[in-house]
């Protein structure tokens, strides 16, 4: 069993950029393939960026291409998302998962955090 927990998140202006981490614990986070995703009010979540579990292979959705980066440290047990040149279509809440089907991003399974709130205003 993993447990997520994200921060990081908060409010900032359009251009603007935040870090979010997301520390996981009780069990061997780093054997995942693991992302983030969002979901922004009335919307589905939807899928942001993925990580392998080594951490030489990302992907990212056409919509954060070129602004987000994805990494990780496992000696940290920790993900993050390093989100660039924010853009009000960016406010949303962030969650991570662990247990990722590579390719199949929003396919069952896994673990997910609790989310953590990112305002980006125009």
């Known amino acids: 069993q993993v447990q997520l927990v994200e921060s990081g998140g908060g409010l ?12 996981a614990s009780g069990g061997t986070f780093r ?17 942001v960026a993925a990580i392998n579990w080594i ?9 954060v291409k070129g602004r987000f980066t994805i990494s990780r440290d ?4 920790t993900m993050y998302l390093q989100m660039n040149v924010l853009e009000p279509e960016d406010t949303a809440v962030y969650y991570c998962k662990a247990g990722l089907q590579w390719g199949r991003w929003s396919g069952p399974g896994g673990y997910w955090g609790q989310g953590t709130q990112v305002t980006v205003s125009s």
């Open 31 to 47: 054997s995942y393939n693991s992302g983030w995703f969002r979901q922004a009010p009335g919307t589905e979540r939807e899928f």
């Open 74 to 77: 496992n000696a940290k047990n």
């Open 12 to 23: 900032v202006q359009a251009g603007g950029s935040l870090r979010l981490s997301c520390a």
């Open 55 to 63: 951490g030489d292979s990302t992907y990212y959705a056409d919509s």
